[in-house]
């Protein structure tokens, strides 16, 4: 298996820009997470989605961000406008039916000018 | 309150056992996990221990649980330089798949 995809791998952009990340997770997963990893808060949930449901996106900073999912394989996470301190590595997962395996994509990373 | 906490670096020489550390606070938590972390790459799941075990081993870790004292611990036998790397504890908690990170703990194998 491919693993989860994630893209861009890295990301570039003034601040004020418009910023989509993807996700593709593992065939098969029915949940996916969205995460934020920085220096100053480590890593944090930012939405979970179940056969792509948002069940708990009360980790989403503000209402800058948003996260789709539209179909089982694909799924998206969108900050508008981009701040400088949205700068961080946003890491995709997904599980199975079980969920008790979270498997990470490799990250895309965010710097915001 | 979901807390986790780990100690930010250990230093080991090539060959000798690490031991990495890890206290919890919820104790409803269900299952309870390793991660690595490898310069520029993602989270690589190690290992998993369910609450009602004490002990999992796997090749070179072993994963012992205190639920009583909330403590976790991964001991990597062996330890050589491709282990070098921030080692996540996590918890499984909030009802669902939800996940609790530690800070991660940096183990760097020296010669």
């Known amino acids: 298996d491919a693993g989860v995809i994630q893209s861009p791998r890295h990301e570039v952009t003034e601040m004020g820009q418009e910023v989509t990340l993807r996700c593709k997770p593992i065939s098969g997963h029915n949940s996916l997470f969205w995460y934020r990893q920085t220096m100053m808060r480590g890593l ?22 948003s996260a789709k999912m539209p179909n089982a394989s694909f799924s998206t996470l969108k900050i508008q406008p981009s701040e400088p301190r949205d700068s961080a590595v946003y890491f995709c997962a997904s599980s199975n039916d079980r969920g008790y395996e979270q498997y990470f994509g490799p990250g895309t990373r965010l710097t915001v000018t | 309150g979901e807390d986790v906490e780990q100690s930010l670096f250990l230093s080991v020489r090539e060959g000798d056992s690490s031991v990495i550390n890890c206290t919890y606070t919820d104790s ?51 330890t050589q330089t491709g282990d070098s790397a921030i080692y996540f504890c996590a918890e499984m908690t909030g009802g669902y798949n939800k996940l609790i990170f530690g800070a991660g703990t940096r183990l760097a194998v020296h010669p």
């Open chain 1, 44 to 65: 944090e949930l930012l939405i979970y989605f179940n056969n792509n449901v948002p069940i708990d996106d009360s980790g989403m900073p503000e209402d800058r961000f």
């Open chain 2, 28 to 78: 409803s938590s269900t299952y309870l996990y390793w991660y690595k972390q490898e310069p520029g790459a993602g989270l690589q799941l190690l290992t998993y221990i369910f609450s009602n075990m004490d002990m999992k081993q796997d090749q070179r870790l072993t994963v012992l649980l205190n639920k009583k004292d909330k403590h976790l611990s991964l001991r990597i036998a062996d």
